[in-house]
């Protein structure tokens, strides 16, 4: 067996045993690859690569603002921000048939306009409550929030259109975001017309 095959076996190996145990998927991935690093060269060559490889990585300005933007919803959820942008949207949306549901999809792009991802998981924690005790059917429910939840990813900013904009390399994020204020608000219209509807 070659040396590459070798390598490659441990690597693989480690891995899914890291992953069956529980850990984290970077760190998985991080200590497969090192150890699998270390059986090829040695280890004082293999770790200043590893840290020049993990530093060329996550050097990029337009990425690192993907976790920050994460850490910031976040942060507002836990703050209770998801809360007040319910009622907020109660007070836009409120007067409308189906006044809840129409609330869901207002608080979705609130709260995609905010924290540049999409909050199925933080709107339907807040407002499942308040539908169930107005008796909505709970399959309505969550799929108003799963139709709306995408619209958080195109109103900008938004996480998606950073990862495309720093992949593509010469499409400016600017752009991006200028292109996705219609597309958005467009989705969150129809899915609001469609829940009134309903």
Do not use: H
């Amino acid at each position: 067996m070659s040396i590459a095959l070798q390598v490659a076996l441990v690597m693989v190996t480690i891995l899914v045993i890291l992953l069956i145990i529980g850990a984290p998927i970077g760190v998985a991935i991080g200590l497969s690859s090192a150890v699998s690093m270390i059986c090829m060269i040695p280890a004082n060559v293999s770790f200043a690569t590893s840290a020049q490889r993990i530093f060329a990585g996550s050097n990029s300005f337009s990425l690192i603002a993907i976790p920050f933007f994460i850490l910031a919803g976040n942060i507002m959820n836990n703050g209770g921000i998801a809360t007040r942008l319910v009622n907020c949207a109660k007070v836009i949306a409120g007067r409308m048939p189906g006044a809840l549901a129409q609330s869901n999809v207002v608080a979705n792009m609130l709260f995609g306009a905010i924290s540049g991802s999409g909050a199925a998981a933080a709107m339907g924690s807040t407002i499942g409550p308040l539908e169930d005790k107005e008796g909505y059917d709970k399959n309505y429910s969550v799929a108003v929030n799963t139709a709306s939840a995408p619209v958080g990813m195109l109103i900008p900013p938004s996480n998606t259109m950073i990862v495309y904009s720093s992949i593509a390399g010469s499409v400016s994020i600017a752009a991006l975001f200028m292109a996705g204020y219609i597309p958005g608000l467009l989705w969150g219209a129809a899915v609001m017309v469609l829940a009134g509807i309903m």
